[in-house]
């Protein structure tokens, strides 16, 4: 039986090859698939190894008519910060769609997770936030602050930028990074005291914990502000206290499905805050035009981001294009 090679690529090569602008093109056209009903998009398994403080996340995409599938196994470890370990790693399995066989092995150790979710948040803000930003809060200050703020430039002018986290020492690394050259000149990068410090009066609030308790009061929103929740990928995880969507004039999810099942949409129709009804919108269907994304400065928008297995497939599929085109990575014989 005769099997084609395998494609192997290394971190370092998908690095290479996956840029920031290449990946939000890949995901937004990805969302939009989704929404047209040319994607397929299983649910979300997720497995805790608890006495490790350690999370799995599984999920899998297929755009339709597309040339693979693919399968992604994420995993977050929060105790490896004190081994001196990443606390995130993760890799890609891709497969052709035609006939099922393994294609490549994109070894990324959880670059694709973390580039695509930086994406999807900047195509919520793109489609979503104000045209105008001045100040925008970060809830959270780990690798996903980073990857938020970097591709959020992509589709926003800054010019300052909030940064909160629990730990001191933490939050002013992830500002001294923000703050070398790529942001702009004139964008402001600043530690914040508190949540509150952070949120008040910010045109975007980008939220990226693992909190499993609501950080974010509804009081603290400026009228306007658009909210993108990204941490809250799994049901015991939550950042937003219920009201603050009870008091949105719009909700978005990625996907209505997931986000009832996880993230804030599904805390916040659990207690009786909200109906599935008030979920005005999937992105998808803002990104496909089958739906209006913002249409004044004065409305206050939600945005439930879980993170869905097309982004996944999107992005591998944007990588492994690239690397046969310019013959990178090592093949394998099975």
Not at 62 to 84: C, Q, R, T
């Amino acid at each position: 039986m005769n099997h084609r090679p395998v494609l192997i690529l290394k971190e370092a090569e998908i690095r290479s090859l996956l840029d920031p602008e290449g990946c939000l093109e890949a995901v937004e056209a990805a969302f939009s698939a989704y929404a047209r009903g040319q994607a397929e998009l299983p649910a979300v398994i997720n497995l805790e190894v608890l006495e490790h403080r350690g999370e799995v996340h599984v999920k899998a995409g297929y755009l339709h008519n597309g040339p693979y599938y693919a399968v992604k196994i994420a995993s977050g470890f929060l105790d490896n910060a004190h081994l001196g370990l990443p606390t995130s790693d993760g890799m890609v399995l891709v497969f052709d769609a035609q006939t099922g066989a393994l294609a490549a092995l994109l070894l990324d150790h959880g670059y694709i997770t973390d580039l695509r979710t930086g994406a999807a948040g900047a195509v919520a803000a793109k489609h979503l936030g104000r045209a105008a930003v001045e100040t925008v809060a970060v809830v959270g200050s780990g690798a996903q602050a980073r990857y938020q703020i970097r591709s959020l430039t992509l589709v926003r002018k800054l010019h300052e930028v909030r940064v909160w986290g629990r730990c001191e020492e933490k939050a002013a690394a992830c500002i001294q990074d923000l703050s070398r050259p790529g942001l702009g000149t004139d964008v402001r990068c600043v530690r914040a005291s508190s949540v509150r410090a952070a949120v008040e009066g910010a045109d975007i609030v980008i939220t990226v914990t693992a909190s499993r308790e609501p950080l974010v009061e509804a009081d603290w929103i400026a009228k306007g502000a658009l909210v993108i929740a990204v941490g809250s990928d799994g049901p015991d995880k939550q950042e937003l206290d219920v009201e603050v969507l009870a008091r949105a004039d719009r909700i978005v999810a990625d996907s209505l499905a997931q986000c009832l099942r996880l993230g804030e949409i599904h805390h916040a129709v659990e207690k009786g805050a909200i109906t599935s009804n008030q979920v005005t919108a999937e992105l998808g269907q803002i990104t496909a035009g089958l739906k209006p994304g913002r249409t004044s400065d004065n409305e206050t928008i939600i945005c439930d981001l879980t993170g869905v297995g097309v982004q996944d497939v999107a992005a591998a599929a944007f990588v492994l294009e690239r690397a046969l085109r310019h013959g990178t990575g090592e093949r394998l014989s099975l």
